[in-house]
Each structure stands twice: as structure tokens, then as C-alpha cells.
């Protein structure tokens, strides 16, 4: 089962003066109870991700419950260097991973010490601050280093493996070999293929069509 349900073009992007993803952006989904129906404005030629196990698909995110499921993304995403989406857990353990490699050795990982951390070649902690929604992004420098942010400001900056890449990468799960399952919701699920700057999270995180709060 395809994870983007609705292909749509992107000259069917609001021309209202409405938020839109930028000319960089590989691919956005959003979806919620005012919108109806997810929908993912594609620039890589092909559906970009495959639902897994209990992973579903609704008008309020993706969720992946029961830690059975997660989500496989394609090859055309490989070149990302900027992750953006909002979060929120409905149940934590010890190196649950939001998104993550094990071959790119990068993650989000929950931990039972209540808190997320950014796993590269060094660790950083974001906070954490309970079960409700929060944004979520990073940067990588396309060389050796990755900026983590939280509800829109600047939290950490950590240095990247030399080998960093986002080949393999899955939401909700790190590997077939460490599964570390999430449980959770997640939406407005944004990935660029540029760094983008402070300014322009601060933007997705604060005008994006799916902010869920």
C-alpha cells in the first residue's frame, strides 16, 4: 500500500498567496480534519514512500501504533538534506526512533529519560515536553554537520558521519535488524533537498498548511 495516496501535481499548489513548500522541496504531505483527504505535492517522479505493517494513512497524519509499523521511504529521496514534520508520541521507550538509518547512523531517538536525541557521528538532546504535538527538523550541510530544531528554534548542532546519507531511511522505525518502533501520530511531513536556514523553519513551523495546533 502506497503511503502517498494522493499524487498531485504541483501546479495545484494554492494560488492564493497561500503557504507553499518552496522550488527545493522533494515532497510535502499534509493532511487534517479541515483539509479532508492527505495530500502530497510531488517533485521526484515517483510516490516516495510505502506504508508497513499497522502504519495508516488519515485526514488527522500518519500513525503508527502498536510498534508493528513504520514507513519504507523510496530511492528518490535520497538526496535530502532537510527533514521537516510535526510529532506526537502516544507512548515512549528506550531508543525509539522517529526517522532514522542505521546505514546513515542518524535518528531521532526517544528515550526512557523522557527526552530526543539527534544520533549522528556526536549526540544532542532536544527536549521533550510530554505527549502533545511537536515540530520536528533537521539540516545537514551536505558536508559535516546537522542542525536539529524544535517547535521552530535552533536546539542542537551536531557533528555528521563522513559517510552521512539518507539512503534507507524509514519514519517510525530504524532498521530491520533494530526495528525501535515509535508509536504515534505525524503530519505536514516536508523533505528539501536544500539546507534550508532558520528562517525558513521558522516558517514551516509556523504558516505550514498542516500545522496540526
Same mark, same amino acid.
Given at each position: 500500500?502506497?503511503?502517498?495516496?494522493?499524487?498531485?501535481?504541483?501546479?495545484?499548489?494554492?494560488?492564493?498567496?497561500?503557504?507553499?513548500?518552496?522550488?527545493?522541496?522533494?515532497?510535502?504531505?499534509?493532511?487534517?480534519?479541515?483539509?479532508?483527504?492527505? %495530500?502530497?505535492?510531488?517533485?521526484?517522479?515517483?510516490?516516495?514512500?510505502?506504508?508497513?505493517?499497522?502504519?495508516?494513512?488519515?485526514?488527522?497524519?500518519?500513525?503508527?501504533?502498536?510498534?508493528?509499523?513504520?514507513?519504507?521511504?523510496?530511492?528518490?529521496?535520497?538526496?535530502? %538534506?532537510?527533514?521537516?514534520?510535526?510529532? %506526537?508520541?502516544?507512548?515512549?521507550?528506550?531508543?525509539? @526512533?522517529?526517522?532514522?538509518?542505521?546505514?546513515?547512523?542518524?535518528?531521532?531517538?526517544?528515550?526512557?529519560?523522557?527526552?530526543?536525541?539527534?544520533?549522528?557521528?556526536?549526540?544532542? %538532546?532536544?527536549?521533550?515536553?510530554?505527549?502533545?504535538?511537536?515540530?520536528?527538523?533537521?539540516?545537514?550541510?551536505? @558536508?559535516?554537520?546537522?542542525?536539529?530544531?524544535?517547535?521552530?528554534?535552533?536546539?542542537? @548542532?551536531?557533528?555528521?558521519?563522513?559517510?552521512?546519507?539518507?539512503?534507507?531511511?524509514?519514519?517510525?522505525?530504524?532498521?530491520?535488524?533494530?526495528?525501535?518502533?515509535?508509536?504515534?501520530?505525524?503530519?505536514?511531513?516536508?523533505?528539501?533537498?536544500?539546507?534550508?536556514?532558520?528562517?525558513?523553519?521558522?516558517?514551516?513551523?509556523?504558516?505550514?498548511?498542516?500545522?496540526?495546533?
Amino acid at each position: 500500500m502506497e503511503l502517498w495516496q494522493d499524487l498531485l501535481e504541483w501546479s495545484q499548489l494554492p494560488s492564493d498567496g497561500a503557504w507553499t513548500p518552496g522550488a527545493t522541496c522533494l515532497g510535502w504531505w499534509y493532511g487534517n480534519a479541515v483539509d479532508g483527504d492527505g %495530500k502530497w505535492f510531488d517533485r521526484v517522479g515517483s510516490r516516495p514512500g510505502t506504508l508497513i505493517g499497522n502504519a495508516t494513512l488519515g485526514t488527522t497524519g500518519l500513525t503508527v501504533p502498536n510498534r508493528d509499523g513504520y514507513v519504507q521511504f523510496a530511492s528518490a529521496l535520497s538526496n535530502v %538534506k532537510t527533514w521537516a514534520f510535526w510529532f %506526537k508520541f502516544s507512548s515512549y521507550r528506550q531508543y525509539d @526512533t522517529i526517522i532514522g538509518s542505521e546505514a546513515s547512523s542518524l535518528g531521532y531517538d526517544m528515550r526512557q529519560s523522557g527526552s530526543v536525541y539527534l544520533s549522528a557521528a556526536t549526540y544532542g %538532546k532536544l527536549p521533550f515536553s510530554g505527549f502533545d504535538w511537536h515540530h520536528y527538523a533537521w539540516v545537514y550541510n551536505g @558536508t559535516n554537520q546537522i542542525k536539529a530544531y524544535y517547535d521552530g528554534s535552533l536546539v542542537e @548542532t551536531v557533528v555528521a558521519p563522513a559517510n552521512w546519507n539518507v539512503t534507507g531511511t524509514r519514519f517510525g522505525s530504524l532498521s530491520a535488524t533494530y526495528p525501535r518502533y515509535i508509536t504515534g501520530q505525524a503530519t505536514d511531513f516536508l523533505a528539501y533537498s536544500s539546507e534550508l536556514d532558520a528562517a525558513g523553519i521558522s516558517d514551516i513551523y509556523t504558516n505550514s498548511l498542516g500545522r496540526p495546533v
